[in-house]
Nanobody, 122 residues
Framework: VQLQASGGGLVQAGDSLRLSCAAS????????AGWFRQAPGKEREFVVA????????YYADSVKGRFTVSRDNAKNMVYLQMNSLKPEDTAVYYC????????????????WGQGTLVTVSS
């Protein structure tokens, strides 16, 4: 499975942005997915996980209530809607996939996409 993230950019605090992750190579509907991020000088951190069917999600406390993950398995797409962005959300965002939802929760995933940079100015 190849994952391609897109949608990053430069926004102001309080703005919204939607990231997309396109999967190819095989149907993504049987894989759990997630978003992770890495801020400058920091380790990569978990943002959100979504189950293969989309019915189960789990968010990091830092984004809960502001970010929403969704997926369209017919299109092999995963999305991350980010609202009320804060400067501390600035990071490279990575989409990821694995056959195990719990592996995504732990950040131990088999498939990683390239990152897309989100910069939030104050």
């Amino acid at each position: 499975v190849q994952l391609q993230a897109s949608g990053g950019g430069l926004v102001q605090a309080g703005d919204s942005l939607r990231l997309s992750c396109a999967a190819s190579g095989r149907p993504f509907s049987t894989y759990a997915a997630g978003w992770f991020r890495q801020a400058p000088g920091k380790e990569r951190e978990f943002v959100v996980a979504i189950s293969a069917g989309g019915g189960t999600t789990y968010y990091a406390d830092s984004v809960k209530g502001r970010f929403t993950v969704s997926r369209d398995n017919a299109k092999n797409m995963v999305y991350l809607q980010m609202n009320s962005l804060k400067p501390e959300d600035t990071a490279v965002y990575y989409c990821a996939g694995d056959s195990s939802y719990y592996s995504v929760l732990r950040g131990i995933v088999y498939y990683w996409g390239q990152g897309t940079l989100v910069t939030v100015s104050s």
